[in-house]
């Protein structure tokens, strides 16, 4: 499955943003997806991750109750809703598929993704 992600751009503090990855080549009713970012000089950390019906997300500590992930099975596309953003959210975020298989819980480490987008940079102004 092929991933590409889109939507970043450059946000003032406490902005909001939406970034999107479009899927293709699989069916993506059958991929966990989630989300990742990574600073410069840090390594890639896990932001967001939903199951493949849309139950089950899972938010790493530092944006729960600011970012928001979503999926729609009819477009392929998997969506992070970023609100009250903050200069320490600023990374290149990746999309990432989990599958196809019958996992349940959504991982937070990347090596239990096998498929991953290009990355689409946020940039939070303070």
């Known amino acids: 499955v092929q991933l590409q992600a889109s939507g970043g751009g450059l946000v003032q503090a406490g902005g909001s943003l939406r970034v999107s990855c479009a899927t293709s080549?699989?069916?993506?009713?059958?991929?966990?997806m989630g989300w990742f970012r990574q600073a410069p000089g840090k390594e890639r950390e896990f932001v967001a991750g939903?199951?493949?019906?849309?139950?089950?997300?899972r938010y790493a500590d530092s944006v729960k109750g600011r970012f928001t992930i979503s999926r729609d099975n009819a477009k392929d596309t998997v969506y992070l809703q970023m609100n009250n953003l903050k200069p320490e959210d600023t990374a290149v975020y990746y999309c990432?598929?989990?599958?196809?298989?019958?996992?349940?819980?959504?991982?937070?480490?990347?090596?239990?993704?096998?498929?991953w987008g290009q990355g689409t940079q946020v940039t939070v102004s303070s």
């Open positions: 990432a598929a989990d599958g196809p298989g019958q996992r349940l819980t959504v991982r937070i480490t990347p090596n239990d993704y096998n498929y």
């Open positions: 939903i199951g493949r019906t849309g139950a089950g997300t």
């Open positions: 080549g699989g069916t993506f009713s059958r991929y966990l």
